[in-house]
């Protein structure tokens, strides 16, 4: 199975573990400025099937190719990888803090 397939397989694997917590967040209602699917609805004229099949479409095809192109091209450990992809992805944040404004994950 070449580099692209496996890529495509966890990057479904991984939107459906994100598409749980979304769900999750919805129902619970803990933290509704994050709801991508309510983002995606309200920026656009989008549907709500229209912005889960964005959802997908992004999380599969365009995160899981980034990774296997950077896989390619990075001569690390796979726990290094993720780590140098996570930096690599979001260094254009000037404060230094990311995911979702929280403190937890710093710039590199």
């Given at each position: 199975m ?27 209602g803990?933290?509704p400025?994050?709801?991508?699917i ?21 999380g599969?095809v ?13 001569r ?14 979001l260094?254009d ?12 994950c710093?710039?590199?």
């Open positions: 070449s580099n692209a397939s496996k890529a495509l397989i966890a990057g479904f694997v991984a939107t459906l573990v994100l598409s749980v917590l979304i769900i999750l967040n919805g129902t619970t803990l933290m400025q994050i709801d991508i309510l983002l995606l609805t309200k920026l656009g004229t989008l549907t709500v099937a229209a912005a889960w099949m964005d959802h997908f479409i992004i599969v365009v995160w899981g190719l980034l990774f296997a192109a950077f896989d390619a091209i990075a690390s450990r796979a726990v290094d990888q993720g780590r140098d992809f996570r930096c690599v992805c260094a944040d000037d404060d230094g803090v990311h995911a979702f404004g929280g403190s937890w710093f710039r590199c």
